[in-house]
């Protein structure tokens, strides 16, 4: 009983990786490389919503800065789905 389980151990990482705005592809390749079982996390949407509002600012993207996004996301091993349900949302000034 001195060791923590791995489950343990996943959802731990998961989380803080999770924290950091990281994809659940990200975090599931970084949980398979340290060999620990997966771990489902819920809110790559928000991550999503947030990473874009940090990088291009809260207002309506232009079709161009739409491009720079979905690139930039998908990059970070993001969902075309998930990307595509954030960019097309309508936005506040």
Same mark, same amino acid.
């Given at each position: 009983?001195?060791?923590? !389980? ?19 592809? @990200?975090?599931?390749?970084?949980l398979r490389k340290r060999q620990l !079982?997966? =771990?489902? =996390? ?27 996004? @979905?690139?930039?996301?998908? @990059? ?18």
């Amino acid at each position: 009983g001195w060791l923590t !389980p791995e489950e343990q151990i996943a959802e731990r990482l998961a989380l803080s990786l999770a924290r950091r705005h990281k994809s659940q592809m @990200y975090i599931n390749g970084q949980l398979r490389k340290r060999q620990l !079982p997966r =771990v489902q =996390v819920d809110d790559e949407l928000e991550s999503i919503r947030h990473l874009v509002e940090r990088k291009f600012g809260t207002g309506e993207l232009s079709f161009e800065e739409k491009g720079k996004a @979905y690139r930039f996301l998908k @990059y970070r091993g993001f969902k075309d789905s998930a990307i595509r349900q954030v960019l097309n949302e309508k936005r506040e000034s």
